[in-house]
């Protein structure tokens, strides 16, 4: 089993539609990113945990996806005690934009996804999705009309 370890602040930052939500509204931006994930690994089998500066407020249903909140520390020293402590973190991908914390996930042999990659992954995810639905909508009698059979 893989483990995708998620700067969830950092990647919150990145995505559309998220990112632009104001600050202090902590709980709103934490739950519209743990949907947007929660669907986009839907159908992976591998271990998520999104790490979040901060207190717990409302728990949040996040389904498969383990939400790790740093409390008095910050997300990314979390992080990095999560990576020390694993077994084996060369199964650990950690999705990160944070300098800092990439090089020491390098380090412990981590593999390493920055959250831009991770947002155009989701965002074309999004729209491949979108594509799919439009497309089963469309039903038979008006395919064969838009071709003329």
């Known amino acids: 089993m893989n483990y995708y370890f998620i700067d969830g602040n950092n990647l919150a930052g990145k995505l559309k539609g998220i990112s632009n939500i104001k600050a202090g509204q902590n709980q709103l ?3 519209k990113l743990i949907s947007v994930l929660s669907r986009y690994y ?3 089998r591998n271990q998520i945990i999104v790490f979040f500066d ?3 407020r409302e728990a949040i249903r996040a389904g498969r996806i383990k939400i790790i909140y740093s409390n008095r520390k910050t997300a990314d020293d979390e992080i990095k ?3 020390a402590n694993h077994k084996n973190p ?3 991908t950690l999705i990160t934009s944070d300098n800092n914390l990439r090089e020491f996930g390098k380090a412990c042999s981590c593999r390493i996804k920055s959250c831009e990659e991770l947002s155009l992954d989701i965002e074309a995810s999004v729209e491949h999705d979108d594509e799919k639905e439009r497309i089963q909508k469309i039903s038979n009698s008006e395919i064969k009309k838009l071709f003329g059979i």
Do not use: H, V
């Open 54 to 56: 901060g207190f717990t």
């Open 42 to 44: 839907s159908k992976d």
């Open 29 to 31: 931006m934490r739950e």
């Open 90 to 92: 060369r199964l650990i």
């Open 81 to 83: 005690e999560a990576i």
